[in-house]
């Protein structure tokens, strides 16, 4: 904290004036990381960071302090996308994840109903997900179900193709926000 | 004044020259874009943003900007690293299930070689 005779904080040496005592900047930016306040003054101005902080409860503005540093230190990096940048590789990454866990899910299915001996009556191939259930019944091959051939051909329709991602890197704009979860992974 | 001023320059109640550089990016049909990107940024800063990046790449640059402004409007704590967070966590959990079904897999191609062995002999 500033006031007479104490080391002004980093934001106050910055800007070259008197560090008050109640500060609103001093607690989250010390005199011994000038850098994290210079960051965030470039990309939001310091005027526009008293005035996010001022709006907050004490409680969260240390939390709202690290989160625009990252999106300062993201658009100082990116001049162009910032974070968004960020977020539309995660998302492609999400997708492609969910298509090899598709493709697994579905060769393990596979593997279930080449070993399963007993199922051989349509009435079975109803208690499937909707989805596995939709695959199997299209195939009018039924009463073959149980050879080899037949149970290959469908597991290949299922592990391949069957399941296309209709992500957009241009969607991530229309995002909604949902209520974030505890951010701690993001600062360690 | 222009009746044909950038929405911009409309909220900063100036005149809209020729070549103001928010023009292209703030058209007068979109007011609240532009409200909305002053209020975290500052009309200044993005000014200087845009002049320094390449003519080319501004459209692109005011859009995310546009976006991060408003998700710190919505959410005025975390913005849009809310967001980075609820991926990485979607990441983390579809990671582990994927390397779940793939242990599965692994032991489930097990079990079938050792039948096939055990009914070969």
Redesign the interface.
Known sequence: MGGPGSSPCASCKLLRRRCAKDCIFAPYFPSDDPHKFAIVHKVFGASNVSKMLQELPIHQRADAVNSLVFEANARVRDPVYGCVGAISYLQNQVSQLQMQLAVAQAEILCIQLQHEPTLQSHHQLLELDQGDKALLLHNNNIDNFNSNNNNNNLCYAMSSGQFSSNFAPSSIMQMQMQDPPKQESLWT | MNPKRCAACKYLRRRCPKDCIFSPYFPPSDPDKFACIH????A??ISK?LQ??PVQ?RA??V???S??AK??V??????????????????QE??T??AK??A??AV??T??SQ?QISEFM
């Open positions: 209020r975290i940024y500052g200044g800063n943003m320094q990046l790449t692109e640059a859009k995310s900007l976006f991060e998700c710190r919505e959410d005025p704590v975390y913005g849009c690293v809310g967001i980075i967070s609820l991926l990485q966590t979607q990441i579809t990671q299930l994927l079904t793939q599965e897999i489930a191609q079990k079938h039948t």
